[in-house]
Nanobody, 115 residues
Framework: QVQLVESGGGLVQAGGSLRLSCAASGSIISSSTMAWYRQAPGKQRGLVALITRLGGTNYADSVKGRFTISRDNAKNTVYLQMDSLKPEDTGVYYC?????????WGQGTQVTVSE
């Protein structure tokens, strides 16, 4: 069973950058679609970005051109580079693995963007 551990969250001013990491253990992720989700206060969890096992990517419209998802299969890690952050990017960011329809989640990392 895979364990996913997110890191890299924090408090940043609008316009700043953060890089989130999701380190996987217990199972390799190279054959899985990996994704980042975000849950803002009072809102449902929503997809931010995903990357397929072949490296294809997809982004929520709200983050296109600002966020970049990547993976390093040798390190069993997925990243989310977040640039030009906005206050509406605030939330808990969760790493997700989808392996043949079975979803696994990390514990989340808080990102807070101030005005």
């Amino acid at each position: 069973q895979v364990q996913l551990v997110e890191s890299g969250g924090g408090l940043v001013q609008a316009g700043g950058s953060l890089r989130l990491s999701c380190a996987a253990s217990g199972s390799i992720i190279s054959s899985s679609t990996m994704a980042w989700y975000r849950q803002a206060p009072g809102k449902q969890r929503g997809l931010v970005a995903l990357i397929t096992r072949l490296g294809g990517t997809n982004y929520a419209d709200s983050v296109k051109g600002r966020f970049t998802i990547s993976r390093d299969n040798a390190k069993n890690t997925v990243y989310l580079q977040m640039d030009s952050l906005k206050p509406e990017d605030t939330g808990v960011y969760y790493c997700n693995r989808n392996y043949y329809g079975v979803a696994s989640w990390g514990q989340g990392t808080q990102v807070t963007v101030s005005e």
